[in-house]
C-alpha cells in the first residue's frame, strides 16, 4: 500500500457505498503465469477444486500461495534474462528456492503455533 485511502481516488469504481476508500499500490512483482502453469495445484479450501478455478480473493494454503509465488518470480526473472542475458531462470529459480526454504520452514511453525495457540490445530 503506498498511500492511505483517498476519497478522491475513482471514486465510484465498484459502485458500491459501504467499501473503503481506493488506496494506492505499488507492485513489487509483475510476473504473469497461465493457467497450465497451475495444472498440478488443488485446493482444499475450494472443495479441492483445481486452483485455477477460483474467485476473486480465493484463500488458499500458505504452501500453495508459496509455490505460485515462486512461479511468478520464475516468471518475472525469465522476461529480466531475456532482457539483460543473465543467469538461467532454474539456476535462479534453484538459487531462490533453496535461500527461502528456510524463511518458509520458520513461517509455517509460526503460523501452526498461531492455530494452536487459538485451539485451531490441525485445522
Known amino acids: 500500500m503506498e498511500s492511505e485511502p483517498e476519497v ?39 472443495d479441492n477444486l483445481p486452483l485455477k478455478i477460483a474467485r476473486d480473493g480465493q484463500e488458499m494454503p500458505f504452501e500453495t500461495g508459496y509455490e505460485v509465488c515462486l512461479l511468478m518470480e520464475e516468471a518475472e526473472q525469465g522476461i529480466e534474462d531475456m532482457e539483460t542475458g543473465s543467469e538461467s531462470t532454474q539456476t535462479s529459480y534453484n538459487r531462490k528456492k533453496e535461500e527461502t526454504d528456510d524463511t518458509q520452514d520458520e513461517a509455517l511453525l509460526a503460523i501452526e503455533e498461531l492455530r494452536i495457540s487459538r485451539g485451531m490445530e490441525g485445522k
Open 8 to 46: 478522491n481516488l475513482y471514486p465510484g469504481l465498484f459502485n458500491a457505498n459501504f467499501l473503503a476508500p481506493n488506496f494506492r499500490i505499488k507492485w513489487i512483482s509483475k510476473g504473469c503465469i497461465g493457467f497450465d502453469s497451475l495444472e498440478g495445484f488443488k485446493n482444499p479450501f475450494n
